[in-house]
């Protein structure tokens, strides 16, 4: 089976949901694990929309604190629960994580599945999870935030010239190749010794609220897709984007552009933007693979040489 991340990007807005659009948040699925993202008011509705299921959701993730981005949480964590889940759910946030989930637990004190709280204490942290890691990275809005990357490492391949120049039994091979160091009567025989250089991965870089950083720049480097708050698509509200600490779609872009990835969804529209893809050609003349991103976006990234 071809491994695939799946990324949908249920709702574009930005601090509160409206008819034709919920509230940002971005769910992921790899080998069977399933991350979202924020969880601000409506994502379950967003989600069901999609024909997505809150059920094997493994991994959930907060950018900051703000209503938008986590006010739905109690009534997602009831509906996980209506739908039998059982089995554990990791919790990664901000310092407080524990604290503000508990708060808004009281509407929803009784459930079927543990939580386990992992709260974010470096500018920069990396969590590793089965055939994948999570990686936070401090940004800059008016409380404490951070931006996500989702990376899958890829090995390099199985080198068949060098394994039969150490005369290795086959029998070993596949262990060599999982990344099984051998202690064997002819020596000690490690993975790096029949693998080739690592092979480049997946990278879904992710970042909401917050003014134009050095560190979104260097996290969002080479990403595959990079998904980017545009508050405002209007060249004259800069001022008050500086003023808020959000991004304006042209500091996006031009973000996207240093950072040379190979595409960006923008998204965390403000309400007051109602047609954001009037804005599109000025934006793209910025960085051309610029994306007006719509509710319910999705993509299958697969590695390269397994592109169709």
């Known amino acids: 089976m071809i491994p695939i991340l799946d990324i949908c990007l249920l709702g574009t807005g930005g601090m509160m949901p409206l008819p034709y659009r919920w509230l940002t948040s971005l769910m992921a699925r790899y080998n069977g694990t399933s991350i979202l993202i924020d969880c601000g008011e409506g994502t379950q509705i967003a989600m069901k929309e999609k024909g997505w299921s809150p059920k094997p959701i493994d991994i959930m993730c907060f950018t900051h604190y703000h209503a938008d981005h986590i006010s739905g949480l109690p009534g997602m964590l009831l509906t996980m629960g209506n739908a039998e889940k059982t089995t554990p759910l990791v919790m990664i946030g901000p310092k407080g994580l524990s604290r503000v989930v508990n708060a808004l637990r009281v509407v929803a ?112 480097k080479n990403a595959d897709l990079f998904i980017c708050e545009g508050m405002y698509g209007e060249p004259d509200k800069k001022e008050k984007a500086k003023e808020y600490k959000h991004k304006t779609f042209y500091e996006a872009a031009a973000m996207a552009k240093e950072a040379d990835v190979t595409k960006m969804w923008l998204t965390h529209y403000s309400p007051s933007l109602t047609r954001p893809e009037e804005y599109k050609r000025e934006v793209q003349a910025v960085f051309s693979k610029t994306y007006i991103a719509k509710d319910g976006w999705s993509e299958e990234l697969l590695f390269e040489d397994e592109e169709g």
């Open 109 to 220: 004190p009784e459930l079927p599945f543990e939580i386990e709280y992992v709260e974010i204490t470096e500018p920069e942290q990396s969590f590793a999870f089965d055939g994948f890691r999570i990686e936070t990275f401090r940004v800059n809005h008016n409380v404490l935030c951070y931006g996500y990357n989702i990376i899958v490492d890829r090995k390099g391949k199985f080198q068949l010239d060098k394994a039969m120049a150490l005369g290795l039994d086959r029998k070993y091979w596949n262990r060599l190749q999982k990344g099984e160091t051998l202690e064997l009567e002819t020596g000690t025989y490690t993975p790096q010794m029949v693998m080739g250089a690592p092979r480049k991965g997946l990278k879904v870089t992710y970042c909401t609220d917050s003014r134009p950083t050095e560190s979104i720049i260097k996290n969002a």
